[in-house]
């Protein structure tokens, strides 16, 4: 009788480990937030002295985990702050770098794209804010996740923002090959205020942040989406599986040869 139970007990484990996503079983990912010693021209080319203090992100996997096969093209970020701004940099490995929207608050993910979501406290409200490589953007808050019936404010906007991009190839030309396209941004502590309490950060605390990547391929009706901390399920709009920002002071990073830190774009 003893081991009758012990076998209904194995299968009811076994059914329960198969029904959970395995991205689910993971932990949000985490990143090492530095002040920046010197200040960051944004231009998009990411070749500032102070973003050798700021490490890349692991590189980005199918939105779904490592269920899913692993991206066709790089892509990873990085992140820095000081007393004004919050900076956010990104490689994205792309041989046919295409672009088309040009108006502000277009949906952007209809091109390729880079996105960025933000969530600064315990409030149920986040920011998310998508860009292509014409350099467009969409900025926008939610007051809470869609499926708990929050609703998008295409009316937010984010003053003093700056945005780049450095194209390393030919945008829009698919008669050559392109290296990729890099990112740089600067979202200024005042600009959340508008639609919640946010304050500057001091060294020690923590938001929830994420960031995808959506990406078109020719013949393919759904698009793909990249990101860094696995979500577990198409849609980024869970910001509970979000990865962890952790604000920390400056750091002093040896100069020597080629960093890894550094762009590998060219």
């Known amino acids: 009788m003893l081991r009758f139970f012990w076998m209904i007990h194995l299968v009811v484990f076994t ?12 932990q949000p990912k985490s990143y090492e937030c530095y002040r920046a010693k010197t200040p960051v021209r944004v231009d998009g080319r990411l070749d500032d002295r102070a973003w050798k203090a700021a490490a890349w992100t692991t590189d980005f996997v199918d939105i779904e985990g490592s269920v899913k096969p692993a991206p ?10 000081d007393d004004e701004y919050l900076y956010i940099a990104a490689e994205l490995e792309e041989p046919e770098i295409k672009a088309t929207l040009t108006k502000h608050d277009s949906v ?3 091109d390729n794209d880079f ?10 409200g986040y920011f998310e804010f998508e860009i292509n490589a014409l ?18 404010d295409n009316s937010w906007e984010i003053p003093g923002l700056k945005t780049a991009v450095a ?8 008669n050559d090959k392109d290296h990729g396209w890099t990112v740089e941004m600067a979202f200024p502590w005042s600009a959340f205020a508008s639609r919640l309490p946010v304050a500057k950060p001091e060294i020690g605390d923590q938001w929830r942040v994420n960031f995808s990547r959506v990406e078109w391929k ?20 869970v910001p509970e599986r979000w990865g962890y920002l952790h604000f920390r002071d400056s750091r002093t990073v040896a100069h020597g040869p080629a960093s890894k830190q550094q762009a590998t774009l060219h």
């Open 15 to 26: 059914v329960l480990a198969v029904a959970v996503p395995e991205a689910w079983a993971q």
């Open 115 to 124: 996105e960025v979501f933000l969530k600064p406290g315990e409030a149920p």
């Open 108 to 110: 952007i993910f209809h």
């Open 135 to 152: 350099n467009t953007g969409w900025d926008l808050y939610l007051n809470k996740p869609y499926r708990e019936g929050g609703k998008a």
């Open 218 to 237: 020719v013949g393919q009706p759904k698009e793909d989406n990249w990101v860094w901390s696995p979500q577990g399920l198409i849609n980024m709009h």
């Open 167 to 174: 194209i390393h190839g030919t945008l829009n030309d698919p």
């Open 72 to 81: 066709r093209f790089r892509t990873r970020a990085k992140m820095l702050w």
